[in-house]
């Protein structure tokens, strides 16, 4: 319990982190997101051999695992990493990962569209909840303004989106594959892409003061918020019920959210506080379904 636990508040601490690096050193969504996934997708595919899988080019060498690599990585986990970022840098990390958190629910509406059936109770009790925390994180129980730049928001909501699009494109291939073995690939061909666009040796459009601190957020964000948290988040999977990681991976908002407020003084009311516990709360009931009929991976503590 404890791997999830610490994995998960890693997660929400790297994206602090990640805010303060875009925010105060100057450092683009486009460059983070380069050298994260380059560096990461490298330590991953290490940590994966670690791990046993001893055939690293096994996606590669089946022609089906290999299509659904590429469109894994550069339609889900590049699109999931660049708007989370993106929602970052123009409003905080704790709405973000909130809003971001509203994959699941965006996977329960795809379903009934694609199967044309109605949602049921659970489900929608969970799709109002979420809805509902939407707007309040959004405009702060204020609804004649925004508590967070519009740009922030609708980053926010892609984000949720392509986190949904990344569960459904990679469930085939994290059950055939090692998932370390399969997002490190990922990371590493997601990585190579954006390097088009924001070359690792550009960090943003004017000098960056890049000190101590700004290398150790850099590391924190790399090392702490990616390969440690997945590595610890893999191995929690052995010793608990999906019903304890699902719950423990709320961590991530939680400790982004705590650490937005109490280290870079990010306001974060109580209407947006209710709004964040009401996407949670339609996660856990999204979550506790998918168990009971055994479907594809609604939870949220997807590893990205």
């Known amino acids: 319990m404890a791997g999830v636990l610490i994995g998960a ?17 100057g450092v683009t969504p486009h460059w983070l997101v ?20 001893r055939d690293g080019l096994g996606p590669w060498r089946d022609p089906a695992s290999r299509w659904q690599l590429v469109l894994f990585a550069l339609g ?21 990962t909130f809003l971001q958190y509203l994959g699941p629910a965006f996977v329960t509406v795809y379903e009934v569209l694609r199967w044309r059936r109605r949602p049921r109770r659970q489900e929608g009790l969970a799709l109002l909840l979420a809805t509902g925390g939407t707007l309040l994180l959004a405009t702060g129980g204020s609804l004649d303004r925004l508590a967070v730049p519009a740009g922030a928001v609708v980053w926010g909501l892609i984000s949720a989106l392509a ?42 459009p004017r000098p960056v003061a890049w000190d101590a601190a700004a290398a150790g957020l850099w590391a924190f964000v790399v090392l702490g918020g990616t390969l440690l948290a997945f590595t610890l ?14 719950l423990l991976a709320c961590m991530e908002p939680l400790a982004a959210a705590a650490s937005a407020t109490l280290w870079l003084g990010v306001p974060f009311t109580g209407p947006m506080a209710a709004g964040g516990g009401a996407v949670l709360a339609a996660v856990l009931l999204l979550s506790s379904q998918s168990r009971d009929e055994a479907q594809g991976p609604a939870s949220s503590g997807v590893p990205r």
């Open 76 to 96: 889900g986990l590049v699109g999931v990493q660049y708007s989370y970022m993106a929602s970052i840098a123009l409003g905080n990390a704790a709405t973000a």
């Open 233 to 246: 988040y893999l191995a929690s999977l052995r010793h608990l019920r999906p019903s304890q990681t699902s």
């Open 163 to 204: 986190l949904a699009f990344y569960t459904l494109s990679g469930a085939g291939l994290l059950r055939r594959w090692p998932p370390a073995l399969i997002i490190g690939w990922a990371m590493l061909l997601g990585g190579a892409a954006m390097a088009v666009l924001a070359p690792p040796w550009h960090p943003g």
């Open 9 to 25: 508040s890693l997660w929400g601490l790297s994206g602090t982190a990640a805010q303060q690096l875009m925010q105060g050193y």
């Open 34 to 53: 380069t050298t994260r996934m380059l560096v990461a997708g490298l330590l991953l595919l290490a940590t994966a051999r670690l791990l046993g899988a």
